[in-house]
C-alpha cells in the first residue's frame, strides 16, 4: 500500500500568519490518465470531512483563496497564505491513484 | 445543492450485521462513483469501499474485504453498505462520499458501535 506521511503532525499559527502542511507519498502519484490525484480535507471539530484541493492544485468552489496547493510526484504541500480563526481543525492529505487509497495521518491546526 | 444523508448506524454485538444506506440527491447519481469511508473515534480516515456508476467496478479495503458488500440502486438515488461478521475495529463514523479518486462532498456520517 502507498503509505502517506504529513509533517508536522501539529501545528500551532499565529492568526494572520502563513502556515505549510507537507505531505509526501511512498511512490509516485501520477496516474495513467496523467493526473495526479492528491488531495487536501480539512476536518473542523465535530464536522466532517471537506475538500479543498483536488488533483494537487485545484481549489474547490467556495475554498478561500488563502488556501493553495502545489507539488509533484511523492512531493506536495499546502499552503494557508494568511490563517484565520475559522481554518482551526485536522488536514488530510489523501493519495487516490494506487488502491487502496490511503490517507495520511492528519495535521492539526490549531492557534497559539 | 448535493446532499448525502447517511442511516442505518447503531450498537450491534460482535459477529453481528447492519446495512447502512445514503440517501443521494442534487446531482445525476448514477453518472458519479461512489465511496464509503470511516473514521473510528479519535482517528484518521479510511476508505472502505467504493463501487462506479455502472457497478462494474467495485473495490474494498483489505479489512472489509469477504465481510462488507457495497451497492447501489441508481433508480432510487440510493448507495448501500452490507456490513457482516462486525468486529470491534469497525466501530466508526461511515461516511458516505461522491467521488471515488478524490471524494468532493461528505454525508454527515452515521456511528456504527460493534460492542457486546
Known amino acids: 500500500d502507498v503509505v502517506m506521511t504529513q509533517s508536522p503532525l501539529s501545528l500551532p499559527v499565529t492568526l494572520g500568519q502563513p502556515a505549510s502542511i507537507s505531505c509526501r507519498s511512498s511512490?509516485?502519484?501520477?496516474?495513467?490518465?496523467?493526473?495526479?490525484?492528491l488531495t487536501w480535507f480539512q476536518q473542523r471539530p465535530g464536522q466532517s470531512p471537506r475538500r479543498l484541493i483536488y488533483t494537487v492544485s485545484n481549489r474547490d468552489s467556495g475554498v478561500p483563496d488563502r488556501f493553495s496547493g502545489s507539488g509533484s510526484g511523492t512531493d506536495f504541500t499546502l499552503k494557508i497564505s494568511r490563517v484565520e480563526a475559522e481554518d482551526v481543525g485536522v488536514y488530510y492529505c489523501m493519495q487516490g491513484t494506487h488502491w487502496p487509497f490511503t490517507f495520511g495521518p492528519g495535521t492539526t491546526v490549531d492557534i497559539k | 445543492q448535493v446532499q448525502l444523508v447517511e442511516s442505518g448506524g447503531g450498537l450491534v454485538k460482535p459477529g453481528g450485521s447492519l446495512r447502512l444506506a445514503c440517501a443521494a440527491s442534487?446531482?445525476?447519481?448514477?453518472?458519479?462513483?461512489m465511496t464509503w469511508l470511516r473514521q473510528a473515534p479519535g482517528k484518521g480516515l479510511e476508505l472502505v469501499s467504493y463501487i462506479s456508476g455502472g457497478e462494474d467496478i467495485i473495490y474494498y479495503a483489505d479489512s472489509v474485504k469477504g465481510r462488507f458488500t457495497i451497492s447501489r440502486d441508481n433508480a432510487k438515488n440510493s448507495l448501500y453498505l452490507q456490513m457482516n461478521s462486525l468486529r470491534a475495529e469497525d466501530t466508526a463514523v461511515y461516511y458516505c462520499?461522491?467521488?471515488?479518486?478524490?471524494?468532493?462532498?461528505w454525508g454527515q456520517g452515521t456511528l456504527v458501535t460493534v460492542s457486546s
Open positions: 462520499a461522491r467521488g471515488g479518486r478524490a471524494p468532493g462532498y
Open positions: 511512490q509516485s502519484l501520477v496516474y495513467s490518465d496523467g493526473n495526479t490525484y
Open positions: 442534487g446531482f445525476s447519481f448514477s453518472d458519479h462513483y
